[in-house]
C-alpha cells in the first residue's frame, strides 16, 4: 500500500516542472541588496522614532497581549491607535485586528453569511478571496475595475443585503480601483463597498491618508475599510475602519478578532510611532511616488531596449501592462515563471533584489517581477537599479 502522502512528491515535481516550486529564503543581519521587493515603503521599519515606540511598548506591557482581545489581549495602546487610526483616514472609529490578513477575514464574513450576495473583483487579494469562501454567502466574481458587471450583478440579485469587495491599490499591478464609480453602484443598489488599503495607507491620497480620502469617500455611512499595520507603517497587524456599527458588531460576531489572540504590544505600539511619523512628515508619501514615477521610466526603457523589443514589449505596450506610476507597486511582466524567476535570481545576484510573482499569484502566461518603490531610496541606488535591469532584462530569453 502507497504512503498516503506519496502524493506530496508528485505535486512538488509537477510544480518544479512548471517553474513554480517556492523556497525560503531568510535574510541575514548585514544582507546588502537593494530592497524593492519587500513593501516598507515609507522606509519605517527601522527608523528610531517606530523601533523606540516598539520597544517601549514591549517594556511597559510585555512581550505578548496574552489573550484574545475580548480577554486580557487589549490595552490602552490598542484604543490609542484605533483612535488615531480613525481620525487620519477619516472613519468613524477603528478596530486592530492582527494581521490585515485576519481583518478582511473578519469584516467580510461578519458582513455577509447565509443570504447575503458578496462581489468580489477577480484580483482581490488572497485574503479577499478566502473570507468570500468562508463567508457563506453567494459570491459573483466580476473582472478587475468592471463598474458595469458590478452594477449587473447587484441589480441581478435577490438577496437581502450586499458587499462590494475590492482592493484600493491593486497589489499585483498598482492600478487604482474606480472607487466614485463602484460606490455610486453601491448606493444606488443598497450594498456596502469594502476595500482593501493595504497598499494605499502612507502613498495614496493627501498625505497618504488612503485612496479613500482621495475619493472623497472617506466616513460615508455605506463604506468600510481595511488596512494592514505592515506596509508603510513598517510593522505588523491589520485594522478594520468605518462606521461605528460596523466596528461594534465585528467586535460581537467577527471570529478572527473574538477567537485570535491581541496583536502584541510591541506590534501596536511600532504602528503608533509609525503613523505619527506620516502624520508629521507627509512629505514621505509624495516621495514614494516620486521614487516610483522614477521607477516606471527605468523600467519601461529596460523593457524596450532589452530582447523583448522584438515584440514582447510591444505587445506590453498594447496591453497597458509597461510600468505605471500612481502608487507604490510596479509590474515588469515576463511571461514565463521560469523566466520570471530566474531573473529575479539574476538581480538579486548583482545587488538587487525584485519580487518574483507566478501563477497563482497571477495569471496564468503573466508571471512577473514586481517592484515597490521606498521613499528613503537614494539617487546612487536608482542609478544602480537601472543598471542592474538593463543587464538582466537584455539577457531574457521569452
Known sequence: MAHPLDWLHDNAERRRSEGLRRSLRPRTLHADAIDLAGNDYLGLSRDKRVVDGAVEALRAWGAGSTGSRLVTGSTALHATLEEELAAFCGAEAALVFSSGYTANLGVVTALSGRGALVVSDARSHASLVDACR???????????????????ALAARTEERALVVTDGVDSIDGGIAPLREL?????????VLVVDEAHALGVCGPDGRGVLVEAGLAGADDVVATVTLSKSLG????????????????VDTARTF???????????????????????????????????????????AALTSSQLVGGRARQLTLEGQLPRTGSAVLPVVLGSPVVAFEAAGRCLERGVRVGCFRPPSVPEGTSRLRLTARADLTAAELGRVREVLHEVLAEVRP
Open 183 to 191: 460606490h455610486a453602484v453601491c448606493r444606488a443598489r443598497g450594498a
Open 134 to 152: 468562508l463567508s457563506r454567502a453567494r459570491v459573483v466574481v466580476t473582472p478587475r475595475a468592471d463598474v458595469a458587471a458590478v452594477d449587473a
Open 258 to 300: 473574538i477567537f485570535d489572540t491581541g496583536l502584541a504590544p510591541a506590534s501596536v505600539g511600532g504602528a503608533l510611532a509609525a503613523l505619527r511619523v506620516l502624520r508629521e512628515e507627509p512629505d514621505r508619501a509624495a516621495a514614494v511616488l516620486r521614487v516610483s514615477a522614477e521607477l516606471a521610466a527605468i523600467t519601461a
Open 235 to 250: 510593522g505588523q497587524g491589520g485594522a478594520v475602519l468605518g462606521p461605528r456599527a460596523v466596528v461594534e458588531h465585528l
